[in-house]
């Protein structure tokens, strides 16, 4: 065969087509994934013009009046946006500080473990609650943490202790938010940190034993370097979520007592859209929202690349 058939290795040449051909059972699974994200997560772009033009439902999209940034402008006036995207930021960035080392600790505990079986049913009973709706979880902690009929209230009173409204008090709304939010994601989370943790050289903890070092000093030399570069993606991944807040929790267990400090982007977009439809405000408010999103992960990536050798790219 002649050079020009051959790369720089000396291997043939193969032609994209015929690679695919070959792999044509991964690239039906691929493409099925692709359709997928086409239909509902690019599909859906063809809207955000909406946040451009006064929209009208007769008139339809391309039907209604281009009014270029004034839903923008509006956004950004309005006192009610401010106090919401406030409430959003906190309640975000209080999730990440508490929820982001949580399944990290839990993991490495977990790791300690040696009994098996008990070491699964621990696993098993975290993992329940990722698989709960908070539809259903909302029900639940309505009545556990009701200040009259509810468990945790009635242990504050049997210590003498006054019952505390949870839910309907500006004060607690938010921590209760946050540790809701940990409880329920804590075991699903931990799930990649077990992953990687089961693919260290056990020969290297062996040394290390040999070597006098104890379960502590193995855990600070070993197993957390090796989780450093999954930590650093998660970390990245997860700073996005600063600013894209947990509707079904928020919707399902707030009350108009709390709007002050528990009204989010989300709850505030879906009254101002699905209720008072205002679907052009919305749609700004919404994509105001995913620019910053975008933003905060490309600045982390940034910082974390810049600090470290691990990042998204």
């Not at 009994?115 to 698989?131: A, C, D, E, M, R």
């Not at 639940?140 to 505390?164: D, E």
Request: charged share 15%.
């Amino acid at each position: 065969m002649s050079q020009a058939g051959k790369n720089t290795l000396g291997i043939p040449k193969v032609s994209i087509w015929k690679r695919i051909w070959k792999h044509r059972a991964l690239m039906l699974m691929l493409l099925v994934g692709l359709v997928y994200y086409a239909i509902f997560c690019y599909g859906p772009m063809y809207g955000i013009q909406i946040a451009f033009k006064d929209y009208k439902f007769r008139r339809g999209i391309w039907g209604s009046e281009w009014v270029g940034l004034e839903w923008f402008r509006k956004m950004f006036s309005g006192q009610n946006f401010l106090i919401v995207f406030r409430n959003t930021l906190l309640i975000s960035l209080y999730k990440l500080i508490a929820g982001f080392p949580a399944p990290i600790i839990f993991a490495l505990l977990l790791n300690e473990l040696d009994g098996k079986w008990f070491k699964k049913t621990i696993q098993t009973v975290s993992y329940l609650p990722h698989f709960l709706s908070w539809v259903i979880l909302g029900g639940i902690f309505m009545q556990i943490l009701s200040p009259s009929t509810g468990a945790v209230n009635y242990i504050i009173k049997m210590f003498g202790g006054t019952p505390i409204y949870f839910l309907g008090d500006i004060r607690w709304f938010r921590s209760t938010m946050v540790i809701l939010s940990v409880w329920k994601g804590f075991g699903w989370g931990s799930i990649i940190y077990l992953a990687t943790m089961s693919s260290i050289n056990p020969e290297l903890y062996e040394a290390a034993t040999i070597d006098g070092a104890n379960r502590w000093r193995q855990t600070i030399n070993i197993t957390l370097p090796a989780l450093a570069p999954i930590i650093a993606i998660m970390f990245i991944m997860n700073s996005g979520s600063i600013i894209n807040d947990d509707f079904d929790q928020i919707f399902n267990l707030y009350n108009e007592t709390v709007y002050r400090v528990g009204d989010v982007i989300s709850t505030y977009t879906y009254r101002q859209g699905l209720v008072e439809m205002k679907y052009s405000y919305t749609t700004a408010v919404g994509l105001f929202k995913n620019v910053i999103s975008f933003g905060i992960i490309l600045l982390t990536n940034f910082i974390t690349s810049k600090f470290s050798d691990y990042g998204i790219w």
